[in-house]
C-alpha cells in the first residue's frame, strides 16, 4: 500500500505543479529572469515529467498484462494521441498562425520515436537476449520480432508518411506543399479508414500477427493447460483493476502533457537566451510528450517483450500519421488556417532513410540494427541545433 501511494506521488506534486502554474504568475516572472534561474526552472519540470512518465508507463505495463497484446498498447496509443490532438488543435485555434505546426510536430513524433527509442528498444532487447551466453551469437539466438505484424505496421506508416509528408511537395494542384481541398478530403478519408480497417484487424483475426513469437506458440495451447493454471482473478478484482490503472494513466498523460505545453515557452526562452537554434523546441517539447510511450518500450524490451516495445512504438507512429492529418486539415478548412504538409527536401531524405532502415529485413535482430536507427536520429539532432 504504501508503495502504491509513493509510486503515485510525481503525480500529486504534477497536479499542485499544474495548479500553479495555471492560476499564479509564477511562469511570467520566471520568464523574465536571467539565463540561469528559466533553466533550473526547466530542469526541475523535466525531472517531475520524467517521473511522472515512468508512472504512465508502470500503468501502461500493468494494463498490458490484463488486458492482454495488442489491445494492452493499444491503450497507452489511444489515449496519448487524444492529448496531442487536443495540444495541436489548441494551439491551432488559438496561437498564432503556423501552417507548418503539423507537419512539424508529425515528424517530430516519427523522428523521435522510429529513430532513438526504437533504436534504444532494440538495443536493449539484444543486450537481454544474449545475457549469459559465452558462445559467438548464431542467428536464432537474436531477438526475434514478429516480421508478418511489423510489415504490416511499417507498410502503412510508409504509405501515410509518403502520402501526407512527401508527395505534397510534387503536387501539381496546389501552389504550396500541399494537395487542393478534393484530394485533402480524399487523403482524409484514406487515414481514417486505413486506420480502422488496421486497428479491426489488428484486434480481431489478425491478432496472432502483433504478438510474441513465443506467445503464439502457447496461445494455441492455453485451453489444453487450463485444468493445472492458477486460480484466474476474480471478474469484479480483474475489472477494478482495469479501470484503476486506465484511470491513473489517463490522469499522468494529461497532467503530463499540459506541463509539457507550459514548459513550452521556457524552452523558448533558454533557447533563446543561449543562441540556440529555435527548432529545438519543438523537439525537446516532443521528446517530453512521448516519454511515457518511450518509457512503456524500454520496459517491455528489457523483459525481453519487444514486439510488445514495437507495437507501441509503431502505434504510436501510425496514430499520429492517420489521426493528426486529417484533424488539422479540417481545422485549417473550416477556420481558413493554411496548412503545410510537404517536408523540406533535406527532412524528406531523412524520413525515407528512416523508413528503409526500420524496415524488417528478418525476424532477428542485433544491436547493430539500433545503432544504426540511433546514427540517423544523432544525426537529424545535429541538423536541428546548427541549422
Known sequence: MRAAVFRETPLLIGIVALIGLETTTVLDWLLLQPALPVLTGLGLLSVLVLLMARGVAHHADQLAERLGEPLGTLVLTGSVIVIELALIASTMLT??????????????????????????TVI?????????????????????VNQSGSSAYINLITTMSVLALVLPNFSQDSLEANYSLPINWLLTFVSISLYAIFLRGQVGRYRNLFLDTAQQQTSGSLSLADSTAEAPTPPDEAEGSILKNGALMAAGLL????????????????????????????????LLVVAPEALNAFQAAGKGELQRSLNTLYGSSLSTLCLTVPAVLAIGEFTGTDVILGLDPLESVLLVLTLILVRPISGRVSELDGLMLLTVGVVWVALQVVS
Not at 505545453?261 to 524552452?267: D, F, Q, R, V, W
Request: aromatic share 2%; hydrophobic share 45%; proline share 5%.
Open 95 to 120: 496561437g498564432d498562425s503556423n501552417p507548418t505546426l503539423a507537419r512539424d510536430s508529425m515528424f517530430s513524433v516519427l523522428m523521435i520515436v522510429l529513430t532513438g527509442v526504437k533504436g534504444v
Open 124 to 144: 536493449v532487447a539484444a543486450r537481454v537476449q544474449r545475457q549469459g551466453r559465452t558462445q559467438p551469437m548464431q542467428p536464432e539466438d537474436l531477438a526475434a
Open 255 to 286: 497532467v503530463l502533457v499540459l506541463i509539457a505545453e507550459s514548459m513550452g515557452t521556457l524552452i523558448e526562452t533558454g533557447i533563446n537566451d543561449l543562441g540556440l537554434p529555435s527548432s529545438l523546441g519543438g523537439l525537446l517539447v516532443g
